[in-house]
């Protein structure tokens, strides 16, 4: 498939050698921007990139005041093919940042365009020193106090957000689909010297996660035609954008549920089916 031959052309832009890393404005984050520009363009998208590196691609419908449908991720998204026609925009973001690898702050990219990243946000910094607002500057681009309220989308001209994201778990390898719907995102709280008892209970964690998945098993037994429903451990790009409009999720079985390491694995046919399932949305709903 071109799509997929495109995305492993896409994970050799690294800044790491053997495996795939990308942090806000590094080397390889400002090829995979230019590269996922590349596509766009090619699709025939109206591009542009804004002044903290977020990546846009924008197809207009037949009603120009109609709110826009956005879909986006965390630069790892490429497109192929045309649409057709559609009533309402569609708009692609590969957002510059999620992962606070670099910056010790989630969501940069989506927070401006949600609004609620605050000015203040600008003056974090990495270990040696750069702020949020100076690394830009590398790529020639200013961020002010007055660029960042111009990121902001009103809410008013947004119709949805919709994401897709490996699953960080192993649900849908368990009952044995490609697909998950997200239901909502748990929220965490870090704690110190918990004690917790079934923690610190190998065995009894060991006979629960034992039977978790025996429940699972019986359970695909009389729904397989239904769509597992799953609430994400983690967080995602979904998370700030909900502060602007609706949003959904679709996961995506990774092998093992390993994510973060060289060894994350998905399966051509699983994501060329989350791209396909998108499309039947965008047809159906647009």
Request: net charge negative.
């Given at each position: 498939m071109k799509l997929c031959q495109e995305i492993l052309r896409d994970e050799a832009v690294s800044d790491g050698d053997g495996y795939l890393e990308r942090i806000f404005m590094s080397?390889?984050?400002?090829?995979?921007?230019?590269?996922?520009?590349?596509?766009?363009?090619?699709?025939?998208l109206r591009t542009w990139v804004d002044c903290l590196g977020n990546v846009h691609g924008r197809l207009e419908g037949t009603n120009a005041s109609a709110e826009v449908l956005i879909l986006g991720s965390h630069l790892v998204l490429s497109i192929d093919g045309k649409l057709g026609e559609l009533k309402r925009p569609v708009e692609v973001i590969?957002?510059?940042?999620?992962?606070?690898?670099?910056?010790?702050?989630?969501?940069?990219?989506?927070a401006a365009i949600a609004g609620i990243l605050?000015?203040?946000?600008?003056?974090?910094?990495?270990?040696?020193?750069?702020?949020?607002?100076?690394?830009?500057?590398?790529?020639?681009?200013?961020?002010?106090?007055e660029h960042l309220q111009q990121l902001r989308y009103d809410p008013k001209s947004v119709w949805g957000?919709?994401?897709?994201?490996?699953?960080?778990?192993?649900?849908?390898?368990?009952?044995?689909?490609?697909?998950?719907?997200?239901?909502?995102?748990?929220?965490?709280?870090?704690?110190?010297?918990?004690?917790?008892?079934?923690?610190?209970?190998?065995?009894?964690?060991?006979?629960l996660k034992s039977a978790a998945y025996l429940g699972l098993?019986?359970?695909?037994?009389?729904?397989?035609?239904?769509v597992p429903v799953l609430m994400s451990g983690a967080g995602?790009?979904?998370?700030?954008?909900?502060?602007?409009?609706?949003?959904?999720?679709?996961?995506?079985?990774?092998?093992?549920?390993?994510?973060?390491?060289?060894?994350?694995?998905v399966l051509d046919d699983d994501v060329w089916a989350s791209g396909l399932e998108i499309l039947a949305f965008i047809e159906t709903q647009l």
């Open positions: 080397p390889a984050a400002v090829r995979a921007g230019n590269l996922i520009h590349e596509w766009m363009e090619d699709a025939g590969a957002f510059s940042d999620e992962e606070r690898v670099r910056f010790q702050s989630t969501f940069i990219g989506s605050p000015v203040s946000g600008l003056q974090i910094t990495d270990k040696s020193g750069v702020t949020i607002q100076d690394a830009p500057k590398k790529i020639s681009i200013e961020v002010t106090e957000y919709v994401e897709i994201h490996i699953e960080q778990g192993p649900v849908l390898e368990w009952v044995g689909v490609p697909l998950g719907v997200v239901k909502g995102i748990a929220g965490q709280t870090r704690l110190k010297h918990d004690a917790n008892a079934v923690i610190c209970d190998s065995e009894l964690t060991s006979k098993k019986r359970m695909t037994g009389s729904v397989q035609d239904e995602y790009d979904a998370m700030a954008l909900s502060h602007l409009t609706k949003v959904g999720m679709l996961f995506v079985l990774c092998r093992g549920g390993i994510s973060h390491f060289p060894e994350e694995h």
